[in-house]
């Protein structure tokens, strides 16, 4: 079930600096991977993604690294705006549950001038 | 990718009523969508499979008969919360399966009292 009060993880970050955000996910069998940032009362915002047969994509201002040994994905965001404040959550799916996505737990990021 | 939209937005309701929340897909034809549950400072979780012309399949611990689903066309999902608690209320969001990857729609904001 759910838990009351849980906190999300806080990534400060002041503007103009890059960002890191880390995730790691359990399921082996995940191909998949989503980047998605959620502000605060909205829906999810597709960022990047990327497939397991690749360990690095570049977006605009993006990069996401996959690191399957360990489980490990991350999303790197350039020269980070106060546009950039949200809630980051990595996802996964694979092929034997096509669709399904399994989010992380969320890492909240605040840009601060 | 996708354009989904939500509807309503928002809604506050009474104790031991039913509420149906819309979900189109605008420019996609969708065979499947997916209905999540966010509660506050948590992430995502995953409620059913909602399937064009079937029924819908729920993951583990969802209540069938309390979140009726149906997907009467390729364009429409509904979700109806029966006999609604105010432990029902959450953000609740679906995404459509684009050609590429999955697409958020806004979210529904339900307020049980």
């Known amino acids: 079930g759910e838990s009351v009060g849980l906190h999300l993880p806080t990534l400060s970050v002041q503007e103009g600096d890059n960002s890191i955000i880390n995730c790691a996910y359990s399921?082996?069998?995940?191909?998949?991977f989503i980047w998605y940032k959620q502000e605060s009362g909205k829906g999810p915002q597709f960022i990047i993604d990327?497939?397991?047969?690749?360990d690095k994509r570049q977006g605009q201002r993006v990069t996401v690294l996959l690191n399957k040994t360990v489980k490990h994905l991350s999303l790197q965001i350039a020269a980070t705006q106060p546009g950039d404040s949200a809630v980051y959550f990595c996802a996964e799916t694979g092929y034997d549950s096509w669709g399904k996505l399994q989010f992380g737990a969320g890492t909240q990021v605040v840009v601060t001038p | 990718g996708a354009v989904v939209s939500q509807h309503p937005s928002w809604v506050i309701c009474k104790s031991g009523t039913s509420v149906k929340i819309e979900c189109r897909s605008l420019?996609?034809?969708?065979?499947?969508m997916f209905w999540y549950r966010q509660f506050p400072k948590q992430s995502l979780m995953l409620m059913a499979t909602s399937n064009e012309g079937s029924k819908a399949t729920y993951e583990q611990g969802v209540e069938k008969d309390k979140f009726l689903i149906n997907h009467a066309s390729l364009t429409l999902s509904t979700l109806t919360v029966t006999s609604a608690h105010p432990e029902d209320s959450s953000f609740y969001i679906c995404?459509?399966?684009?050609?590429?990857?999955?697409?958020f729609g806004p979210g529904t904001r339900l307020l049980v009292l």
């Open positions: 420019d996609f034809q969708a065979t499947t």
């Open positions: 990327i497939r397991s047969n690749m």
């Open positions: 399921n082996s069998a995940s191909d998949y």
């Open positions: 995404s459509v399966g684009g050609e590429e990857t999955q697409y």
